[in-house]
């Protein structure tokens, strides 16, 4: 089982659509969870952190669930310009490495 | 946010041949760099993480007699690509921070 795994999609929604992504990790012991977004042959760039309770960036909305082991992402009233690859990222301080998910791939059409 | 940039982005070389990507931190120091590959339509794999001062920890599978890193300062980390071939080629990616990772630009390496 990979440590870190995502829907690697593509999710292709209208513009204005609400999208959610889902991201599971096997390691209990995690402490930090982000979301980085990963534009075509670019770096990948933080979108948000994810807190135990939860929180919010404007469209944004990332939820943590420690006892189901899950990271979640909400995006509301999509953008064209959200079109992206959204990678999940877990670390764990006894390791002390940030894990990647494969990435989920967003399309938003017009 | 902090800035990382990394040098050159992107190189052409024969195979054989080695190469040398730099990852600096320019407005912070990183006692601890990471460094990752990414191959097309794939996630960031890490390969190693540079320690100033200290002996690179490789992942398991990277060869680290092939990948040397180098972190001589707390701004500057290598990774030379020794005797590149052509599977090699691939997005060579640094990372640096203490709990947010600030990504450089990236490292597109074609081996002929």
């Known amino acids: 089982r990979k440590e870190v795994e995502q829907d690697p999609g593509p999710f292709n929604v209208p513009e204005g659509a609400t999208v959610a992504f889902n991201c599971t990790y096997s390691?209990?012991?995690?402490?930090?969870f982000f979301w980085y977004r990963q534009d075509c042959r670019k770096e990948p760039k933080l979108l948000m952190s994810?807190?135990?309770s939860g929180n919010e960036d404007g469209r944004f909305t990332a939820q943590l669930n420690r006892a189901s082991q899950y990271i979640s992402l909400l995006i509301r009233d999509s953008k064209l310009s959200d079109s992206a690859t959204y990678l999940c990222?877990?670390?764990?301080?006894?390791?002390?490495?940030?894990?990647f998910g494969t990435g989920t791939r967003l399309k938003v059409l017009a | 946010g902090a800035v990382v940039s990394q040098h050159p982005s992107w190189v052409i070389c024969k195979s054989g041949t080695s190469v040398k990507i730099e990852c600096r931190s320019l407005?912070?120091?990183?006692?601890?760099m990471f460094w990752y590959r990414q191959f097309p339509k794939q996630s960031l794999m890490l390969m190693a993480t540079?320690?100033?001062?200290?002996?690179?920890?490789?992942e398991q599978g990277v060869e680290k007699d092939k990948f040397l890193i180098n972190h001589a300062s707390l701004t500057l980390s290598t990774l030379t690509v020794t005797s590149a071939h052509p599977e090699d080629s691939s997005f060579y990616i640094c990372?640096?921070?203490?709990?947010?990772?600030?990504f450089g630009p990236g490292t597109r390496l074609t081996v002929l």
């Open positions: 990372s640096a921070g203490d709990n947010e990772q600030f």
């Open positions: 390691n209990s012991a995690s402490q930090s």
């Open positions: 994810v807190y135990s």
């Open positions: 990222v877990v670390f764990a301080s006894g390791t002390y490495k940030y894990i």
């Open positions: 407005d912070f120091q990183a006692t601890t």
């Open positions: 540079s320690n100033e001062g200290s002996k690179a920890t490789y």
